[in-house]
């Protein structure tokens, strides 16, 4: 026995040392978790999709208007230890992200930097206007950020994403890669179903408030004839609202719409005033019940299925 005897010593002080060399190879990958930061729930729910093991902040909720957010010393920490931001763009956020990022001081994550990521410059936006003045209102010119119901646009963005994410931490990019197979799989599957379920919404007119669901409509084949916004961004006045029950006297409108930071009053006026359904869809991930983009797309469209048989 006593053979072995220093050779066994030896190892067992060099024990230590081999288990803190094996916990540091097993560990190394994963103990540098990506930070992202997201502005809207949509690109958290994404970025989860594509790097699970990521840190992962939303600045916004389902239930906030993403046009509108207060920056906040909580955001500004956040921004501050970001390794990536994953935002709409196309100046969906120009009334706060900015002002963010400057006191943030991430470099990082300033524009035109590997860590600041906009989905609409990976994608051509609906509705993208050439000339717009003041009297416009609030008007989306750069074309319509709010991307998250074009299945085609949402899948071109997680390609990005997956690349983006590959390019900041090449260490993984084999997981974010295969990460973004699992994700475009499944979407593949998911998009005609749900294109199929939707098929009664083909034709189907609309009042809506904002242009939030432009997107969806335009996927589904459906028309918004009408807006319960008098101009992007202000809310909707008596006057405009005496306009949309006119259009509806026509007959055709289905349904009025609105999301849930959206003020429900002139929606509620309008559908009992019009005698017409109301439905509230969720604009976002972390909406009741809607866990993620798949969740998302589902209850969209089963709460339109649902008053689909209001039309008249
Ligand atoms: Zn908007």
């Not at 179903?193 to 669901?213: C, D, Q, R």
């Not at 026509?250 to 509620?268: E, F, I, L, N």
Request: net charge negative.
């Amino acid at each position: 026995m006593h053979i072995n005897s220093n050779v066994t010593h030896g190892l067992f002080r060099a024990l230590p040392v081999l288990l803190l060399a094996a916990l540091i190879m097993l560990w190394a990958p994963r103990s540098w978790a990506l930070s992202i930061f997201a502005c809207e729930p949509e690109y958290a729910s994404l970025a989860r999709e594509l790097a699970p093991d990521a840190t992962i902040f939303s600045a916004t909720t389902a239930l906030q208007d993403p046009h509108q957010v207060q920056a906040r010393p909580s955001l500004i920490a956040k921004m501050r230890r970001a390794d990536l931001v994953v935002c709409a763009g196309a100046d969906l956020e120009i009334g706060w992200l900015p002002m963010l990022q400057m006191k943030a001081n991430n470099p990082k994550v300033r524009d035109g930097q590997l860590g600041m990521f906009y989905a609409s410059d990976q994608v051509q936006n609906l509705d993208q206007l050439a000339n717009v003045d003041r009297t416009m209102g609030d008007v989306h010119a750069q074309g319509n950020p709010h991307i998250q119901f074009s299945p085609q646009r949402v899948a071109a963005v997680a390609s990005a994403l997956a690349a983006r994410l590959a390019e900041l931490d090449p260490a993984n990019k084999g997981e974010y890669l295969s990460h973004l197979e699992a994700f475009q799989t499944r979407w593949d599957v998911a998009v005609p179903k749900w294109e199929a379920m939707a098929a009664p919404l083909n034709g189907k007119k609309v009042i809506a408030y904002h242009t939030s669901f432009r997107y969806l409509f335009d996927w589904l084949g459906m028309e918004q004839v009408g807006d319960l916004e008098p101009k992007p961004g202000l809310a909707p006045t008596s006057a405009h609202l005496a306009t949309l029950l006119d259009r509806t006297a026509q007959g055709d409108v289905m349904v009025v719409v609105y999301t849930g930071y959206q003020d429900s009053r002139g929606a509620k006026w309008l559908a009992e005033r019009a005698d017409l359904p109301l439905v509230m869809l969720p604009f976002a991930p972390g909406a009741e019940g809607v866990e993620d983009l798949f969740d998302l797309y589902e209850q969209v469209i089963q709460g339109l299925l649902s008053v689909q048989g209001g039309t008249r």
